[in-house]
């Protein structure tokens, strides 16, 4: 399959939000951030999701699988520890976690 650079933005762009959102249930949207095995296996399962549209675009490689999987359940940590109390309802920190989406590719 062939992908324009712009192509493969996009696709990677919606499989992030499917797998961030659509995918992640209320379990592990309470305990990415308290508990490294829900955390990782979040990392893990989205890490595929984007495996997929990277190996149909020819980009796959298993080390990546890995970076990717830990990168992203080390930002969703972050993200769910630095907000508390008060701060919960900051979503400036949402917004920088999203923003680093681009580098986790």
Known sequence: M?????DLLFWLFFVH???DFALQGEFV???KGKSIVVGLVHGFLWA???GVVLALAGHFHVAWMGILAV???????W??????GDDSKDYRLFYIDQCLMPCKF
């Open 2 to 6: 062939t992908f324009t650079n712009v």
């Open 79 to 84: 993200k769910m520890n630095a907000l508390t």
């Open 17 to 19: 939000l499917l797998a």
């Open 29 to 31: 949207t309470k305990y």
């Open 48 to 50: 595929g999701c984007v």
């Open 71 to 77: 990168s992203h359940a080390w930002c969703d940590w």
